[in-house]
């Protein structure tokens, strides 16, 4: 039997999920400090003593994580499926192990996905700001608002989809689309032949109608999608990104929207956040007139997901402490 230990556990974020009752393997012991918000220079003294730390998407760069910071510190759990808010080389220069929960959001960001699609296939945003404006006793109709390259909007059955990424979120997305009559295709890896029935990735954007952005943000993928590609897209396609920021170069999408390269976007995140219009284009005054939906990276939120938050935690606070962390999760 291991010896008993007493863990220092800290949580940085619970407003994005309250904590599970946590528990810890008997015979072990643990103190459990809650914060429901941390910011960047309340880091340092929070997690001082901490042996284990509960997070989201607070930044714990190289600095805040040195051996003179947090000298306890040995794990970290985070309580989403991104960890690019870690600095993972410096986690893994001193030891510190680092989890993250993946799938937890799949149904969620996958039926988020395709509100955002409706959305912007249907030209919503368009047409409420034309019929704020007061636009259709001037106009007699507000029909155009929907069209698309000059034509009324497609349907399910007539859209080919090609999705950018082929993960948990993927596949859902894929289920859903397909069971809407949608063709849905999966698009092979940017500068990567082809293979298990996937479409080259040039070749993609030029067959696509809609165009669904699921990948993860890593050096391969920043910028996935920016000018020379949008410029190689159907005039009537719409292109949905609930991946991460930076996979999309936000200018060269404004600019595809303005100059009826594409027919509509909608977007859940974004390069820098939180956003706002002095740091995205797509939030700025010159996208007020385009096909664009935007929603402040809320596809994850549901029921479901904090469930499975609460309990994705337990399981890799239970995986540290008894040495057999799921693999699948591991990311230093």
Request: charged share 20%.
């Amino acid at each position: 039997m291991a010896s008993p230990r007493h863990f220092n556990i800290v949580a940085l974020e619970t407003f994005f999920c309250p904590l599970p009752p946590l528990t810890v393997p008997s015979p072990h012991t643990f103190t459990l400090t809650e914060y429901t918000r941390t910011a960047a220079h309340e880091t340092a003294e929070r997690i001082r003593d901490a042996d284990i730390i509960i997070t989201t998407t607070l930044r714990l760069d190289a600095s805040v994580l040195s051996s003179t910071t947090c000298p306890n510190l040995k794990f970290i759990a985070v309580m989403a499926s991104g960890t690019d808010s870690i600095d993972l080389d410096a986690c893994k220069e001193r030891g510190i192990r680092v989890v993250n929960s993946p799938e937890c959001n799949v149904t969620a960001v996958a039926e988020h996905a395709l509100g955002l699609y409706f959305a912007a296939r249907r030209s919503i945003v368009p047409s409420m700001r034309h019929l704020g404006a007061g636009q259709w006793p001037q106009r007699g109709t507000l029909m155009t608002t929907t069209y698309a390259a000059g034509k009324p909007p497609r349907g399910c059955g007539s859209e080919t989809a090609v999705i950018y990424g082929h993960g948990a979120v993927g596949r859902a997305v894929q289920a859903l689309f397909e069971a809407l009559g949608m063709t849905v295709l999966i698009a092979a890896r940017k500068g990567t032949p082809p293979t298990d029935g996937r479409v080259a990735f040039e070749e993609s954007l030029k067959v696509a109608t809609v165009m669904v952005v699921c990948c993860p943000r890593t050096p391969e993928t920043l910028n996935l999608l920016s000018g020379p590609e949008l410029a190689l897209v159907r005039d009537d396609a719409v292109l949905v990104n609930v991946a991460r920021g930076g996979i999309v170069d936000e200018s060269a999408l404004l600019k595809a929207l303005q100059e009826n390269q594409l027919a509509g976007a909608a977007v859940d995140v974004f390069a820098t956040e939180p956003a706002s219009p002095e740091t995205s284009p797509l939030l700025g005054p010159e996208a007020a007139h385009v096909n664009l939906v935007t929603t402040p990276h809320t596809a994850w939120i549901g029921m479901d997901t904090a469930t499975n938050y609460r309990r994705v935690l337990q399981e890799n606070i239970d995986g540290f402490i008894m040495d057999r962390l799921e693999k699948n999760r591991v990311k230093a």
